[in-house]
């Protein structure tokens, strides 16, 4: 713009300022004044009035607030998927599909969960007329993003993210998160910090029970027990269970707590101090943060946070390492490791598994090792959780000698190192186990279309026994075809997946699958994402059903996630029995 000041009637100016205006997309219209304020000058003193009748002034259009409802700690050089990831994915899908988002035990799913929620993305777009229910604005879409954040239990990086978060984007529901996840990472100081510092903003029972708990755990019953008699007083929900944990806290006494119907981070919290045991029915309904919260809890004796901690390892919440820690921690009597050798039997609870654990790390007895992973992994199997355990187990396997190894226990440890990532470590394992079943898998595992051999995927079917070849045919139909084999080459294979018995109501609503389709075949990889979560997932677990596994991992592949479809689809085979 160096003619402005060579002309005074600013017209070089005005033409300079108007083609800026179009090359950034900005409005421009000719017959109303336009303010130029170059950004260098925005909160600066304001510029000298003009002439309103002078023709020649710009006003451009402000821009529109950014919006930061899907900033994260991700970036794609840190694992995170590409900023770009929502182009051309409607703001009402993911408001419409995100919750439905649900913990599952598989380590796959659960890698994709936290890239998709983590990842620094340009968020999806609004409609025009946002705030609805179905088109939520910026601080609904990030509140309901981290309402998921936290049921998945990404503790310390949820926790990342709303400290990040500038202090007017904070809701409610996201303090409340804040909390919980405080409690889960076991800062019951920070947890009670935040507690003090945003009550007076909120209203509500939670907060008044939030308080108290922070007074009890402080060890101040008298302002605990005045904060219960003002909420008496105010006539709030009755919660027994929550009194219950304030007496059995404050009272110092060993109190019946039978069960607890919402066994958040922040009442488990309240249960370690107490020092109560976890009641049983809480592992199966506590969220994933809680129970690591739980599991990391130094206030509990770890005989006593071992249950939680296996589970919260295999819905993702857990380190693989931390949980093999916990094992090593647990004091064993001779007398129980004497007779475990002499004759090891399925483990029957998770101290009876700390013991098997100790014994496949130590000692070199090299034969007593290798039976004892063997019962570790068979009872893995039994409670469907074979792949998060294989990252438990993998490392125990590096100095274990694979030469002239007992082709069985091969074809076990193959299957561990596969499963846990280890493929190139699997190697030598898979060639001592003459095992076709697992030379299948380490093809499948391998990046790139695996081209089987049908022969070969239709002796891995066969192993299984009649009753289980047909469907297991059908599922390595479906997951080769989908990592990109030639039907034509599965012709073996073919005749015994078309006699799989029908599975009823295994398919997902008819909108999820198309949105699933038709988002892989347009390349948008949010969308692909989020919807191949809900396809693959059920009940807590990866989904048996072929077609669904199959349509899952093409989806994947269609949209440039190659390992991931591969890690799937082995994920799929070996949870299968494959």
Excluded at 249 to 268: H, M, N, Q, V
Aim: charged share 20%; proline share 9%.
């Amino acid at each position: 713009m160096r003619g402005c000041r060579a002309d005074p009637s600013l017209r070089p100016c005005v033409a300079a300022a108007v083609a800026a205006a179009a090359l950034l997309g900005i409005p421009v219209t000719a017959a109303q004044p336009i303010s130029l304020t170059p950004p260098a000058a925005i909160g600066a003193a304001p510029m000298p009035a003009q002439n309103p009748n002078d023709g020649n002034q710009i006003q451009v259009a402000p821009l529109q607030p950014v919006d930061a409802s899907w900033s994260g700690p991700l970036s794609q050089a840190k694992g995170g998927l590409p900023r770009d990831m929502w182009n051309g994915t409607s703001r009402r899908f993911v408001a419409a599909t995100l919750p439905q988002l649900q913990p599952v035990v598989s380590p796959e799913l659960d890698s994709l969960a936290r890239r998709l929620l983590l990842s620094d993305a340009i968020a999806p777009v609004a409609p025009p007329a946002t705030g609805t229910a179905n088109a939520p604005a910026g601080s609904a879409l990030l509140s309901a993003r981290i309402d998921r954040i936290y049921a998945l239990g990404f503790v310390a990086d949820g926790l990342a993210l709303i400290d990040s978060l500038p202090a007017d984007a904070a809701t409610e529901a996201i303090d409340r998160d804040r909390v919980e996840l405080r409690f889960a990472a076991n800062d019951g100081a920070g947890a009670c910090r935040d507690v003090s510092d945003r009550i007076a903003h909120y209203a509500g029972p939670w907060w008044a029970r939030a308080l108290i708990a922070c007074q009890a755990l402080a060890g101040d019953f008298a302002e605990a027990s005045l904060g219960q008699s003002l909420l008496i007083d105010q006539r709030a929900p009755p919660d027994p269970e929550f009194d219950a944990l304030i007496r059995a806290l404050s009272e110092r006494r060993p109190i019946r707590i039978a069960r607890l119907g919402d066994p958040t981070p922040l009442r488990l919290a309240l249960l370690a101090a107490a020092k109560h045991p976890l009641p049983v029915e809480a592992l199966a309904v506590a969220d994933p943060a809680a129970l690591a919260g739980y599991a990391g809890n130094q206030a509990v004796p770890p005989d006593g946070r071992l249950a939680a901690a296996e589970r919260a390892e295999a819905l993702g919440a857990l380190p693989p390492e931390a949980l093999a820690a916990l094992y090593g921690t647990i004091t064993l009597k001779p007398e129980e490791l004497a007779r475990a050798r002499r004759a090891t039997r399925p483990p029957t609870d998770a101290h009876e598994r700390a013991l098997l654990y100790a014994l496949a790390t130590s000692g070199t007895d090299l034969a007593a090792r290798m039976i004892a992973i063997e019962a570790l992994m068979a009872d893995a199997e039994r409670r469907s959780v074979f792949v998060p355990m294989a990252r438990v187990v993998a490392p125990i396997l590096a100095d274990i000698p694979s030469v002239n190894a007992d082709p069985k226990f091969a074809a076990m440890a193959a299957r561990i190192l596969l499963a846990a990532g280890s493929t190139a470590a699997a190697q030598p394992w898979v060639i001592a186990s003459q095992d076709k079943a697992v030379l299948l898998l380490s093809r499948v595992a391998l990046p790139g279309v695996p081209q089987i051999d049908a022969g070969l995927a239709r002796n891995a079917a066969a192993a299984a026994g009649n009753a289980a070849a047909s469907p297991r045919a059908d599922l390595l139909y479906s997951l080769l075809v989908a990592l990109g084999d030639d039907p034509a080459t599965l012709d073996d294979l073919t005749p015994s997946a078309l006699t799989a018995p029908l599975v009823p109501g295994a398919l997902p609503n008819a909108a999820l699958w198309d949105a699933q389709q038709r988002a892989a075949q347009n390349g948008r990889l949010g969308e692909t994402v989020l919807a191949t979560l809900l396809l693959a997932a059920s009940g807590g677990h990866l989904t048996p059903e072929p077609l669904l596994l199959g349509r899952a991992v093409s989806g994947l592949r269609a949209v440039g996630l190659d390992s991931d479809a591969h890690a799937l689809a082995l994920e799929a085979a070996i949870d299968a029995g494959i």
